[in-house]
């Protein structure tokens, strides 16, 4: 049997920072986001994801992969959407068989008005702290990490932002 390889202290100080950030950084930006726009931040990001899509819809089944969640969580939260008059589902025009999300007008009215105040959070929660040469390294870090944990056709941006 291998022998287990132990965090070292500076390792453990650095993985519990990394842990307690992942649970107060999204609490912090759901705050702001339902306070300003009454949107969830998944909802934010499936909204802005759909917005920088071409013709504004994706595949269901993509979107999921995309925003890291199931497609029964997916198909709860765009039914809430769809309700609001944000999206819509349709069918593909590709085989008929499968379910795309739409953005609507009013959702992409709704992502344009949010992502002011959402940017201004990020930067103030992300950025702001660091100098470019940290933010430079964290995003180098990071990188890193998600290419052992996330392929790249999972990021939720340019190919390059993962």
Known sequence: ???????????????RRLVHLVTVLPAALDAQLQR????THFEYLVLAILSETPGRSRRMS????????????LSHLVGRL????LVHRQRSAEDGRGSVAVLTDAGYDVVVAAAPGHVDR??????DPLS???ARELGGALGAMLGRIAPP????GPSDAC
């Open 132 to 134: 470019p040469e940290q």
């Open 153 to 156: 056709e999972g990021c939720p």
């Open 82 to 85: 769809e309700r609001r008059g």
């Open 1 to 15: 049997m291998d022998e287990t390889r132990w965090l070292t202290d500076e390792e453990q100080q650095v993985w």
């Open 36 to 39: 300003d726009a009454d949107l």
């Open 62 to 73: 993509d979107l999921a992969g995309v925003v890291n969640g199931s497609q029964s969580r």
């Open 122 to 127: 990020v930067r103030s929660l992300v950025f």
